[in-house]
């Protein structure tokens, strides 16, 4: 009876709960144009001359695209001397400055205390953190795992490209900020992106995907963008990355990504990888996508997963086989109650510390309470003083593999 009553909520999963989610998965057989648009930004060559600049060099082309798009002055003439002369993006960057500041103060500072004190012995190991419905949501990646050298991200959201500052004048420059501070309005006040909303201003001819969003978080977390490049997974798992910049659209978009190759502050020696993919990770997706099936076979099991404002997603039976992974091949795991059920975690693999307090998921949801998580909190739980997830965002699950 469970599982048919998941058969009869899925497709109310998909088309009314997909507005709340990170990133929503919606069912495998959409049929979308197929669309491709070939942008030969990844050859440098090709780039603006002395825009280009050296791979190693902080200032290159990349790396000031992320701090104009983040509003942060990047020490630089020419183009973006012009662009941040503009009275548009004075505004814009005052304006983000301002609420930037206040995200600091009311979640990003208290996350960055929380991790340094609860998960200072996961933080010191981690290398990858997979991070599934998770849109462009590099943000909460980063401030909670500080340290991992790769960041492996996946949603429905196609991967877009790198904006070209060439084509920017006072009346689409204006537009560019529009559509940004709208796709970002929700992370930043509730921490986590409404995927509908976020689709339609992240799909324009100004910014075409979640690329921009991921390398303005890299620039006001104090990240040096590098390189960015077109990834693609083999059939046998493997990622090949291509020399040339294609934005893939409709159902061709699936299994595609991109590879960026930034440094943390002060630290521009060391070397780190971000990976957004674009995939349907159902179950029945999968099944048309051998390829990107066989790539998260091939995780390491020292990987951390990390879930949050998930829909619910991986209760249910269209997520059996992303489930499984996520339990067999994570080290630990980070989550609300809207990831994994508490019930398919094997209490004598899991070292389970519950935080917060918690209550009925909002009511489209509410058919997602779980009797037995409320039970196990009503034994022990810690504190915590910032907002993660739906609602008043006030339960977090942290297991620890035995």
């Not at 104090?222 to 893939?248: M, P």
């Not at 060391?270 to 790539?295: E, M, R, W």
């Amino acid at each position: 009876m469970k599982i048919h009553k998941w058969v009869i909520h899925a497709g109310v999963i998909f088309v009314l709960f997909c507005d709340l989610t990170a990133c929503s998965q919606a069912p495998s057989d959409i049929k979308t144009t197929i669309q491709e648009k070939q942008v030969p930004k990844q050859n440098l060559s090709a780039l603006p001359t002395g825009q280009a600049g050296d791979r190693q060099d902080k200032n290159y082309y990349y790396n000031k695209v992320a701090l104009f798009l983040a509003g942060m002055k990047p020490d630089t003439t020419g183009q973006f001397n012009a662009l941040i002369n503009k009275p548009q993006w004075i505004s814009y960057s005052k304006s983000f400055d301002s609420i930037w500041s206040k995200v600091e103060e009311n979640s990003l500072a208290k996350i960055k205390s929380w991790a340094d004190t609860e998960m200072a012995d996961i933080n010191r190991e981690t290398k990858t953190i997979f991070y599934p419905f998770s849109g462009p949501d590099f943000l909460y990646a980063t401030t909670f795992f500080p340290k991992a050298e790769k960041y492996i991200l996946f949603g429905l959201e196609k991967t877009g490209s790198v904006p070209d500052v060439k084509k920017l004048n006072d009346k689409n420059l204006n537009s560019l900020f529009v559509s940004i501070n709208a796709a970002l309005e929700d992370i930043l006040k509730l921490s986590f992106f409404k995927t509908i909303k976020m689709s339609s201003e992240l799909n324009n001819q100004n910014v075409d995907g979640v690329l921009p969003v991921i390398m303005l978080f890299m620039a006001r977390t104090g990240n040096t963008v590098k390189d960015i490049r077109n990834v693609t997974i083999g059939n046998n798992g493997k990622v090949a990355v291509a020399d040339t910049f294609i934005v893939y659209k409709g159902p061709a978009r699936y299994g595609k990504g991109i590879e960026v190759t930034f440094s943390p502050a002060d630290q521009d020696s060391v070397l780190k990888k971000l990976y957004y993919f674009s995939a349907d990770i159902t179950d029945a997706g999968l099944a048309q996508n051998p390829a990107c099936k066989a790539y998260l076979q091939t995780l390491d099991t020292n990987v951390i997963t990390f879930l949050k404002s998930a829909s619910y997603l991986l209760h249910n039976q269209l997520f059996v086989f992303v489930r499984n992974i996520i339990l067999s091949k994570s080290k630990a795991l980070l989550q609300d109650d809207s990831g994994i059920a508490y019930r398919f975690f094997d209490k004598t693999k899991w070292n389970i510390q519950l935080y917060g307090t918690y209550e009925k998921p909002i009511s489209v949801f509410s058919y997602c309470y779980q009797k037995d998580l409320e039970a196990a909190y009503s034994k022990e739980s810690r504190m915590f003083n910032f907002k993660y997830g739906y609602g008043k965002g006030l339960n977090m699950l942290l297991a620890r593999k035995i």
